[in-house]
């Protein structure tokens, strides 16, 4: 599987040099980052919230393994957090755990964590645990059910439709009351833990989300893909689920034509933006997930080399917003 390809290769230190190194991967990368800064996502916030579109804002950085670079993710956090309160912004954030210090000790993690939901919970701003490789999963879900054990109501997690055990990790935060995003997943799983073929993705995704709509707390339904996106907006229509029970999530830079077409239906649809320097990882995944993407930046970095002399033509970067 191509996918599979992609993400393997994105792990490879020759291909994070080669490809970091491009300015073709920078340009790339802006078209789903807006900027390092927090003031590059304020940005995007206004220019989101002029088009009617909520926000989650994301600070770039996976599997961290100095605690100062933890710290600095918190620091990061704390900004966003002061920003999206003084404009009143209509986002919350989006934290993933290898940053803040899982698989550096506990109490790290706990720190940090605590620090982020403590400003968050007094902003009254939602904080999402996104959802990491297969690894992580458990322990992410053990740290948000000691949270929500000590009250912490102003968390929620996601939910991977690839994994095999996602029918029964649903089930349990549908019976917390607990806020899940659902998306398909976005790392290669080995078949004993995680389905492989798009058609039973696609499968579990719908009966998560019925699930999610019938049963669960505010979920989120995150995907691009127009088939899921259909399925959801039958199923609400037939079980009576009004609009502002749920909301549809996407990502910064990608389908913005279907991000505004679902607002215009009276949809809430809130977007993911990533800031930081650190966009390898996140432009691997964007890739792998849409080879044509890649097939782009191959092109564009062979124009950049001596080799583009003998490059025929350009093709566009595809780009459907309106
Ligand atoms: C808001 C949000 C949060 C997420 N959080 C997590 C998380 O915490 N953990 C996790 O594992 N995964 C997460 N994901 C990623 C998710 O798991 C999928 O990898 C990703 O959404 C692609 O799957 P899809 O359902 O959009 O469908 P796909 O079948 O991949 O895409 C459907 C269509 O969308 C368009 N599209 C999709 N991706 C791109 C792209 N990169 N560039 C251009 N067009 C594109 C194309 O038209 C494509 O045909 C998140 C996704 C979203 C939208």
Redesign the pocket.
């Given at each position: 599987m191509l996918r599979r390809g992609l993400l393997a290769v994105g792990e490879s230190r020759v291909a994070r040099k080669v490809l970091t190194d491009a300015p073709v991967s920078r340009s790339v990368a802006r078209r789903?980052v807006p900027g390092a800064s927090v003031d590059a996502v304020v940005g995007a916030l206004h220019e989101l919230e002029e088009a009617g579109l909520a926000a989650?804002g994301n600070y770039l950085g996976e599997a961290v393994r100095s605690p100062e670079h933890t710290r600095a993710a918190v620091e990061a956090y704390l900004e966003l957090l002061d920003r999206i309160e003084a404009g009143a912004h209509d986002a919350n954030i989006?934290v993933k755990l290898t940053q803040l210090g899982m698989g550096l000790g506990d109490d790290l993690l706990r720190e940090n964590v605590a620090r982020i939901l403590d400003r968050a919970e007094a902003a009254d701003i939602f904080v999402r645990f996104?959802?990491?490789s297969s690894e992580h999963v458990q322990p992410t879900l053990d740290l948000f059910g000691e949270l929500w054990e000590s009250e912490r109501r102003g968390v929620g997690v996601?939910l991977?439709a690839q994994l095999r055990r996602t029918a029964g990790d649903l089930q349990e935060m549908i019976r917390l009351g607990a806020r899940v995003?659902l998306?398909?997943?976005?790392?290669a799983e080995p078949a004993e833990i995680a389905h492989q073929k798009?058609r039973r993705i696609r499968k579990r995704f719908r009966e998560g989300m019925a699930r999610l709509l019938s049963e669960g707390t505010y979920p989120a339904i995150?995907?691009?893909?127009?088939r899921?996106l259909r399925a959801t907006l039958a199923f609400a229509a037939r079980e009576g689920v009004p609009p502002g029970d749920f909301e549809f999530?996407?990502?910064y830079g990608?389908?913005r034509d279907l991000q505004r077409n679902l607002r215009d239906q009276g949809h809430r649809v809130?977007v993911?933006i990533p800031f930081g320097d650190n966009w390898y990882p996140y432009l691997v995944?964007?890739?792998a997930?849409?080879p044509a993407?890649v097939f782009f930046m191959v092109e564009s970095m062979i124009k950049e080399s001596k080799l583009g002399m003998l490059w025929p033509g350009s093709r566009a970067l595809?780009d459907r917003a309106p």
């Open positions: 789903f989650t989006s996104d959802m990491e996601v991977q995003r998306c398909k997943g976005a790392y798009m995150a995907t691009h893909d127009e899921l999530q996407m990502l990608v389908r809130r993911y995944r964007r890739l997930e849409r993407n595809e």
